[in-house]
């Protein structure tokens, strides 16, 4: 089994940047893609980003294009969530998600991945 621990979330004011993590333990497989969703109250839990286990490739979402980066530390079992230019709308529970297929075209949707995080809540004040 897979553990994952999102840390880093919290209350920031609009524009303003937040790092999320994720550390993954337990049993490890090879070369998994790692993710973030998030999910906000009332809604269906949305992608955000996905990285390959080699971090050249990734993906996002359009809302977060240019503002959010995903990056991974394979030595350290991490992979992290840098956001910027904060708006309101990205207040969610953030969570992170690891697969134990290879890369390909289920990386941006949940059915891709097999473990979840329990989740950090962002919060951005206008």
């Known amino acids: 089994q897979v553990q994952l621990a999102e840390s880093g979330g919290g209350l920031v004011q609009a524009g303003g940047s937040l790092r999320l993590s994720c550390a993954a333990s337990g049993r490890t497989f090879s070369r998994p893609p790692m993710g973030w969703f998030r999910q906000a109250p009332g809604k269906e839990r949305e992608f955000v980003a996905s990285?390959?286990?080699?971090?050249?490739?990734?993906q996002y979402v359009d809302s977060v294009k240019g503002r959010f980066t995903i990056s991974r530390d394979n030595a350290k079992n991490t992979v992290s969530l840098q956001m910027n230019s904060l708006k309101p709308e990205d207040t969610a529970v953030y969570l992170c998600?690891?697969?134990?297929?290879?890369w390909g075209s289920g990386t941006a949707t949940m059915s891709g991945y097999d473990y979840w995080g329990q989740g950090t809540q962002v919060t951005v004040s206008s």
């Open positions: 990285i390959s286990w080699s971090g050249v490739t990734t």
């Open positions: 998600a690891a697969s134990s297929r290879p």
